[in-house]
């Protein structure tokens, strides 16, 4: 399958029309994917479960992909031990974990004290959203692992997308997946994952902002427990 090759520049509504009747499930925008974008094209991953299904597939189709984790330096200990454990995996991946400009002790002088208690939106502007900003100076279009049934706000997400955020195009191939389908392939292929998805963890941020979910909520209800925020900002609503 041979398609033009779409950037934010030269989105159309019928380019991507012609696209969506062609890409018929998720290996296959995959593998669009990084024969259109070629090196101009990275994945955004948190290490979440749906990320570890993602850099499964991606291994697949580009071992040497490019992954950039935002490394906010306020993960919980677990998700660092994960990604010790994709490097010894999957070696050839190129693993970036983007800093922030400000470190942590900077952004306490500069902004006050745990800033994610008072004023979240800025601290994720900071520590995710400049930084991943910065990552996709050098591509056209970025991978991410949004599901349509993760949360309201996600149940629009095509398999490709104009992102008016980060001006880029922003590919979501798992967008028609289950939890239990993520669940089944990572148990099927025995893939590493996050041990705090075994103590209720179902959606993992820093740790700061996440706490366990222990009833029915959507499986981002642990994020921002004391805020109507639900997304860090790098997803528009
Ligand atoms: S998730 Fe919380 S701690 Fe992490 S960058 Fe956002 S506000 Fe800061």
Not at 14 to 38: G, H, N, S
Not at 67 to 94: A, C, N, R
Not at 199 to 218: A, E, F, N, R, W
Request: aromatic fraction near 10%; charge should be negative.
């Amino acid at each position: 399958m041979e398609t033009e090759k779409l950037t934010f520049e030269t989105w159309e509504e019928r380019k991507k029309q012609q696209l969506d009747l062609q890409l018929k499930d998720f290996m296959d925008v995959i593998k669009w994917a990084y024969r259109t974008y070629e090196d101009r094209i990275a994945y955004a991953c948190s290490f979440g479960a749906e990320g570890m299904v993602l850099i499964d597939l991606i291994s697949k189709v580009k071992p040497e992909a490019k992954v950039i984790f935002l490394d906010t330096g306020l993960h919980f200990s677990e998700t660092y031990s994960l990604i010790e454990k994709v490097k010894q995996k999957y070696p050839m991946l190129d693993l970036i974990l983007a800093k922030p400009a400000l470190t942590l002790e900077q952004q306490a002088a500069e902004h006050g004290e745990n800033l994610w208690e008072k004023n979240p939106d800025l601290c994720c502007h900071i520590r995710k959203i400049e930084p991943l900003q910065q990552q996709l100076q050098d591509v056209d279009a970025w991978i991410s692992g949004l599901r349509r049934e993760q949360s309201p706000s996600r149940s629009m997400v095509d398999y490709v997308n104009k992102d008016e955020k980060f001006g880029k195009i922003k590919i979501c191939p798992l967008i028609h997946w289950t939890w239990e389908d993520v669940w089944n392939y990572i148990k099927l292929n025995q893939l590493p994952y996050n041990e705090l998805h075994d103590q209720h963890y179902p959606s993992i941020g820093c740790s700061k902002c996440t706490v366990q979910v222990l009833s029915d909520h959507d499986s981002r209800s642990g994020r921002w427990k004391n805020f109507s925020k639900k997304e860090c900002g790098l997803h528009q609503a």
